[in-house]
């Protein structure tokens, strides 16, 4: 329950947006009082949050005054790890410390041993990338490749789509036929859900397609559960249908696509019944699926980030991709595809990062998806990471050596962050983040089309800083005299956008500051692609595509297998594809520390289905192993129909400090990377799973 708003006359509420690395990016109504968060709302004049929040962040004032907030700079004493104690040191000391720290391995080793760790914990664009960019690569330090969520998916969508455009979710709710496809939005992408019901109620059928009958599976009208990596199999096995039996939209394909004669040709090689196998499907499902897609209208399909975590993912986001340009389905505002909006704002990122202050030849690139591998055996050596944003001890894959390479006695560690998390614990100098109700910033979205102000609700608690003002007081004392480095948080937030772009036109920073937020200028019946006009090389929605043939790649979309795939023969010894993906309680690490979500989320679980739960003698309820070459983690066991056979589910990602074990479940899970992009194959893993007393890994 919200705490009720007082009456005194010093309570009022200020306009902000939520930072979290979620679709939805809602515009929040903040009510504060003497300097503490009362009550947070979701703005009801802002379309896409329409007053409703996730249960996440309507008890945010728990999260911002929570006991355990750091708010003051800490140096460590004794060893490094879980159960690390620090003493409280003065701003000056902890700068002081990390600028002569930084000093002396840019003289015996170069910059590039140096290398910032950062993701989306605040995804605002200040928060994000601005002054920190500047800063790290002013410095010279090795450069950061953030691949850790997204970047498969993206470069396969833009191979096919050219950039993160897709439908307007506010069209969605005039579908007839919505697909939700690898993604469980009730829980990650809540205002999608709430208008893929409306289309529900207006007759749309709702199909979700997840190897897992998620809560989002259970309130669609059928559910296909296919096994994990094998989405551009089935998407292979629909165009193959749709081409055989003539449900194309030949003068849409004609005008706007290249390559159809070629991807005519590969759909052959996938007719329903080799799909049905490689999915482990009835074929029947193929069939049905294909003649529904090609004969309703409009038809949507939803993607998300679930299906680019094998190692095919890129190839099978770049697949799923070619279906709407196949039928024709962009020519309405309510059809299409969506994996991301954001390729829709103009934000100015050469302004607010200065890729121009970086040396020549470039510092080197490292893959934020390898920080284990790379701390260990990057060469040369990293000798210090400086974390902010993320939580790696716990959300990066195989934790085994991301533990390992953040125990070097010889790594110099800073972690800023709200929370003493599982990587705080490694850190030589923790510094105290504010949260977004403390600092000013502005927003994209890539879950709808609006951009948003976050007015600062309340002064920062405790000596707290933004990672703005973090990093200008870094430059000033490491003696960067670039004049960008004086821009205040006013002037970052005027340099994100090219406000000249005709999608801004009509907005200003003055006007939004005001408003808090605003649609892009884009009509509200906005159907994209209907004429054309791909963001691509040959303008063209790429059947195929030479970009991916410059690369060595496959030009055509294509079946990769995972990596870790049944039919090798590593599952003979590990037969069960484990998936973890987020729990609807916590967001990644992030409210996994809190009492309430917790106690929500009760304990880390695992799905199994009955028929693998009986072969392995597993109770209900009990602690059992998950285990693979890389690594265990315990988890209770929940026997339930909802894991497809051959697959277990461990919702994620918890605190490795508050599991029973000590442990998460990244602790299995592999560094191999994505086909394109360089991601993460978080769900590309298999494991068994064992009762506790039972034989361990090793
Ligand atoms: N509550 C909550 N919301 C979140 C997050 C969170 O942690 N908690 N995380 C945020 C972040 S960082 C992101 S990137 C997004 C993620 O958003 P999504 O990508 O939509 O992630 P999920 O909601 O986990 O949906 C992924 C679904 O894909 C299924 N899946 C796994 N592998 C496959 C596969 O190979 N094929 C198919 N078809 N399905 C597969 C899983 O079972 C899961 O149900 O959510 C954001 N929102
Ligand atoms: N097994 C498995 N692993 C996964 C995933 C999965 O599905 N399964 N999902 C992956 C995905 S999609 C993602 S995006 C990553 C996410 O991984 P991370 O980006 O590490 O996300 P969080 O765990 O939420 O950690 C964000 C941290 O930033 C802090 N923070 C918030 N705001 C600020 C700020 O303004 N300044 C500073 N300095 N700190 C701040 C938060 O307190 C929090 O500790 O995890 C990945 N890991
Ligand atoms: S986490 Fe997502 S759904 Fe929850 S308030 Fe933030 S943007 Fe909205
Ligand atoms: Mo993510």
């Known amino acids: 329950m919200a705490q009720p708003v007082s009456e ?22 903040v009510t504060v009082s003497r300097g503490r968060v009362l009550k947070v709302a979701g703005a009801a004049d802002h379309p896409p949050t329409a007053g409703v929040l996730c249960t996440k962040v309507a ?89 850790i969520c997204a970047s498969a998916g993206a470069m ?12 307007d979710p506010e069209n969605v709710v005039d579908s007839r036929l919505i697909i939700i496809w690898g993604s469980n939005s009730v829980v990650s992408n809540l205002h999608f859900w709430r208008l893929a019901q409306e289309a529900k109620r207006r007759g749309a059928r709702l199909i979700a397609v997840d190897p897992c009958r998620t809560i989002t599976a259970d309130k669609c009208d059928q559910h296909i559960a296919l096994l994990p990596g094998t989405d551009s199999a089935l998407a292979l096995g629909l165009m193959h249908v749709l081409i055989r039996d003539d449900l194309v939209d030949h003068d849409y394909v004609a005008r706007h696509t290249i390559g159809f004669a070629e991807l005519a040709r590969r759909a052959q090689d996938f007719p329903p019944n080799r799909v049905a196998t490689i999915c482990d499907i009835d074929e029947r499902i193929v069939e049905k699926l294909a003649h529904e897609y090609g004969s309703a209208r409009p038809t949507a399909i939803r993607t998300n980030y679930g299906i680019n975590r094998t190692a095919g993912g890129g190839m099978a986001l770049r697949t799923i991709a070619c279906l709407p340009a196949l039928t024709g389905a962009w020519r309405d505002p309510a059809g299409g595809i969506l994996l991301s909006t954001s390729g829709n704002y103009p934000v100015n990122t050469a302004a607010l990062e200065r890729p121009d202050l970086m040396p020549q030849p470039l510092p080197r690139v490292l ?27 716990a959300v990066a894959p195989q934790s085994g050596e991301v533990v390992r390479g953040f125990a070097r006695s010889d790594l110099f560690t800073v972690v800023h962050d709200l929370f003493q998390t599982d990587t705080a614990d490694y850190a030589d100098i923790l510094l105290p983040a504010t949260s977004h109700m403390e600092q000013l910033d502005i927003h994209k979205s890539y879950g709808h089309l609006h951009i948003q ?37 006013e002037d970052l937030c005027r340099q994100a956008f090219d406000w000249s772009d005709p999608r801004l036109a009509g907005l200003s920073w003055q006007h939004l500051a005001t408003a808090g937020h605003a649609r892009l200028n884009l009509p509200q019946r906005h159907a994209p692609f209907a004429d054309g006009g791909f963001p691509t090389p040959s303008g063209k929605c790429e059947f195929y595509s030479q970009m991916l043939a410059d690369q060595g790649l496959d030009p055509l979309p294509a079946f990769v297998a995972p990596r870790e795939w049944r039919q090798s023969p590593l599952a003979a010894e590990f037969p069960l594809a484990l998936l973890t993906p987020p729990a609807r309680n916590f967001l990644n690490t992030s409210f996994a520390n809190s009492q309430r979500f917790l106690a929500q989320e009760k304990s880390p679980t695992v799905l199994i289905n009955p028929h693998d739960a009986a072969e392995r003698a597993i109770a209900e309820g009990s602690l059992v192993r998950i285990f693979n070459r890389r690594g265990e983690f315990a ?16 919702t994620s990602i918890w605190w490795r400090k508050l599991s029973p074990d000590g442990r998460n479940c990244n602790e299995v899970t592999s560094q191999a990377l994505t086909d394109m992009g360089g991601g993460a194959t978080f769900y590309d893993c298999l494991v068994d799973v064992a009762t506790s007393c039972q034989r361990s890994a090793s």
């Open 453 to 489: 102000v976050n007015q600062p609700a309340i002064a920062p608690l405790g000596e707290a800083l933004p990672n703005t003002e973090l990093f200008r007081r870094l430059a000033s004392r490491m003696g960067f005299s670039e004049s960008c480095f004086g821009d205040s948080d």
């Open 156 to 167: 396969g969508y833009r191979a096919t789509i050219g950039a993160s455009i897709g439908f």
């Open 635 to 650: 988890a209770r066991a929940v026997i339930s129909d909802r894991a497809r056979p051959g697959v277990v589910v461990a």
């Open 8 to 29: 005194d006359a010093a309570t009022h509420t200020v306009r902000g947006a939520c930072p979290h690395d979620c679709p939805d990016t809602c515009a929040l109504e």
């Open 59 to 147: 008890h945010y004032p728990e999260r911002i005054h929570h006991p355990q907030r750091l708010l003051h700079p800490q140096r460590r004493l004794g060893a490094k790890g879980p159960g690390a104690r620090f003493e409280r040191i003065s701003w000056e000391e902890a700068l002081a410390i990390i600028s002569e720290r930084f000093r002396s391995i840019i003289a015996s080793h170069g910059a590039e041993a140096i290398v910032p760790y950062s993701y989306a914990g605040n995804s605002g664009l200040l928060g994000y990338g601005s002054l920190d960019r500047r800063f790290f690569h002013r410095l010279g330090a090795a450069q950061l490749d953030r691949t």
């Open 367 to 393: 893959n934020m998806s390898t920080v284990g591998h790379d701390l260990l055996q990057a060469q040369p050596p990293i000798r210090a990471i400086f974390v902010y944003n993320s939580n790696p001890v």
